[in-house]
């Protein structure tokens, strides 16, 4: 398995015993609260995932407000992380590093600031290092898919001293096949 695929697998893993955990108790809240404020927000974030790719920090934006929604309704751990968390991965994914900080900086402080005022404790802290998981994932596996690329592109090209000592006896540089080369002055040097 690649080391991408192996970085991938880690981060879905993560998510997956993460919402083991803490969604279960929010899907009951969610259930018996019959409240439709709690349908609408999931829904409206979920679906904003479709346009993540043409709009990515739209996407960004509506996961966020759903999730502090849903925080402000109640909710420790909205059933809208994983949707925040996924449109985070993709925009440090696609995006320079300058941005993927901007981003990541403003999302994490709006998801904090919410958990805090909402559930005092750990929760926001918890929810802090999950939305950094994500963005870091997502600037690792840029990181890997442009050196995967840069590899690719040139798999004959060696590095700039190999290439000198493999050019440097050649007879296009003044040396002949009996090692002696000739210098701009015309002398000979063994």
């Known amino acids: 398995m690649a080391r991408q695929e192996l970085l991938l697998l880690s981060a879905v893993t993560a998510m997956v015993l993460f919402a ?10 969610a259930l018996s609260s019959h409240q439709p404020l709690s349908w609408l ?10 346009a993540r790719r ?16 849903l925080m402000a309704n109640g909710m420790a751990y909205p059933l809208t992380l994983p949707a925040v968390f996924y449109a ?3 925009v440090a994914l696609g995006a320079g590093p300058g941005r993927t900080l901007a981003v990541g900086v403003a999302v994490k402080a709006a998801l904090l600031g919410a958990s805090l005022i909402t559930h005092p404790g750990i929760t926001g802290f918890v929810i802090l290092l999950w939305a950094a998981l994500a963005v870091t994932t997502g600037s690792a596996s840029r990181t890997h898919r442009a050196y995967i690329a ?6 004959g ?10 050019t440097a006896g050649s007879p296009r540089n003044g040396c002949g096949s009996h090692g002696n080369c000739t210098t701009p002055s015309g002398t000979t040097s063994p």
């Open 20 to 29: 083991v955990v803490t969604i279960p108790a929010d899907i009951q809240h």
């Open 41 to 50: 927000a999931g829904a409206v974030v979920y679906a904003a995932l479709a």
């Open 54 to 69: 043409r709009f990515p920090l739209g996407t960004v934006a509506i996961a966020v407000i759903g999730s502090v929604v």
């Open 88 to 90: 985070l991965y993709s």
């Open 150 to 155: 840069r590899s690719r592109s040139a798999p």
């Open 157 to 166: 090209e060696q590095s700039r001293p190999g290439k000198m000592r493999r």
